[in-house]
């Protein structure tokens, strides 16, 4: 379906098969290198340079025109108020499931964002690192609902956004370990006013006002991107990760999963499974999937993780 057709329905968005999108790269030049690429994708998540071409460049395109838009009316409102502020940091938002391939995505825009004229500087923040640590999680009888809205300090997450957009020069964030599946105390994250920040998360695009809140992570942002695909492949996806990090990161002593590390493909299957139905799927379901509208464009994958649609917002 192209674009054209797309526009008689009652749709917010526009569609773009992949060969039209492609096509809209324009006078922008990159240059990156096989090594760049083994660097920017996650474990069970292919990419390629021609991935990066036709999908992320006419992206970051996109994207440098609102980002020119937000420079523009920074200039024009100083110019009208007769001040001369800093300007604040343009904040993207980067959502989708579990195994979805949002951090691929998110370390590729900020790889080729950072190249954009100007080289802006680009920073890059995942809400991991705003989950509660386990201790409390366990205190709480939480910790397998992590991953889910109440296993995140949402009002640390907010004072960070809330800091970048009030012109704070400097703010330390959480890290996060998938090895040790827990915050680690002694590392901090330190975010050093950015030109461009990229947060990625399961959950940025999440609004809950069941708790009272009138103030939502997505409320700081100036673009969203929430990254798409079947369920059927996700969970595949998630499985395939699952099965590589058993006969990896797994093996390690140190990891939180190093139990996993003795089972047999079968028996692994069954877990990867389970936790899949158990978690993964009502947390997409419950709280992931329905933030899918709420995002200023969609890339939709196909089952080979490639992207082969992209949803924009129409303006």
Do not use: C
Not at 42 to 58: D, G, R, S, T, V
Not at 99 to 122: D, E, F
Not at 247 to 274: C, I, V
């Amino acid at each position: 379906m192209s674009s054209s057709n797309t526009n008689a329905v009652s749709s917010p968005f526009q569609l773009f098969e992949r060969a039209e999108w492609k096509s809209l790269n324009g006078h922008f030049s990159y240059h990156l290198t096989q090594d760049d690429v083994e660097n920017l994708h996650a474990l069970n998540e292919p990419l390629n340079i021609k991935e990066i071409e036709e999908i992320y460049f006419p992206l970051a395109h996109l994207i440098n025109i609102f980002l020119e838009r937000a420079k523009d009316a920074h200039a024009v409102v100083n110019g009208f108020l007769n001040k001369h502020t800093q300007r604040l940091p343009f904040v993207i938002g980067i959502a989708g499931s579990v195994a979805a391939g949002k951090s691929t995505t998110a370390r590729v825009l900020q790889k080729v964002l950072s190249m954009l004229p100007g080289k802006p500087h680009v920073d890059l923040v995942t809400t991991d690192g705003f989950l509660y640590p386990n201790k409390i999680l366990n205190e709480r009888s939480m910790l397998n609902r992590k991953g889910f809205p109440e296993s995140y300090d949402t009002k640390l997450l907010l004072s960070f956004l809330a800091a970048m957009k009030s012109g704070v020069e400097e703010f330390e964030v959480p890290v996060y370990s998938h090895l040790a599946y827990d915050i680690l105390e002694d590392q901090k994250q330190r975010i050093v006013r950015p030109d461009i920040l990229i947060v990625e998360g399961i959950n940025v695009l999440q609004v809950n006002s069941s708790k009272g809140n009138n103030v939502f992570v997505s409320d700081y942002f100036d673009y969203s991107i929430y990254v798409d695909a079947d369920e059927k492949d996700i969970m595949d996806w998630y499985i395939s990760r699952f099965e590589s990090l058993r006969a990896t990161s797994f093996q390690n002593p140190d990891s939180y999963f190093h139990r996993y590390a003795g089972m047999d493909e079968k028996e692994s299957l069954a877990m990867a499974s389970n936790i899949w139905n158990e978690i993964n799927k009502p947390n997409l379901h419950e709280n992931i999937l329905p933030t899918r509208y709420r995002a200023d464009l969609i890339l939709e994958k196909g089952s080979h993780h490639f992207v082969k649609r992209i949803h924009v917002r129409k303006t």
